[in-house]
């Protein structure tokens, strides 16, 4: 059911922001894939991916597995990830395992995440203007 709330709001958002109905792309648990994605929309991962990802929102489920690069606007991550990401928006859930480097404009880490690497804020985001805004 929780997942049902969240499919629902992210749909109501998109749907708010007026975007059109996007259909994700789902790498289902049991799947295993080696190769890159480069130009997805929206991607959520319960299986396991072994080569980089290129994309508008990546979704790691609690039982998904990355390794590689990746570049996207907006990562949440409740599942493991070895490698780097540049993302404008982060989120770590509890149950996640990142391990590499990550370039950002916002975060957000639950307790219990386990981090291991670099965290750099993105430098156009840490461009202030002379009363200390970030500019964007």
Known sequence: MRKFRR??????????????????????????????????????????????VICHELVIGATGAVNGKIQAKSLELYGELNGSLAVENLFIAGTAKFVGDSVYKTIAIEPGAILEGKCAISKVAAKNDNEGNVIE
């Open 7 to 52: 499919v629902l709001f992210l749909k109501l958002a998109r749907m708010m922001r007026g975007e059109k109905s996007i259909v994700p792309c789902i790498i289902s648990a049991g799947t295993h894939i080696v190769g890159n994605i480069t130009d997805g929309d929206v991607i959520h991962i319960d299986g396991r991916l072994d080569g980089d």
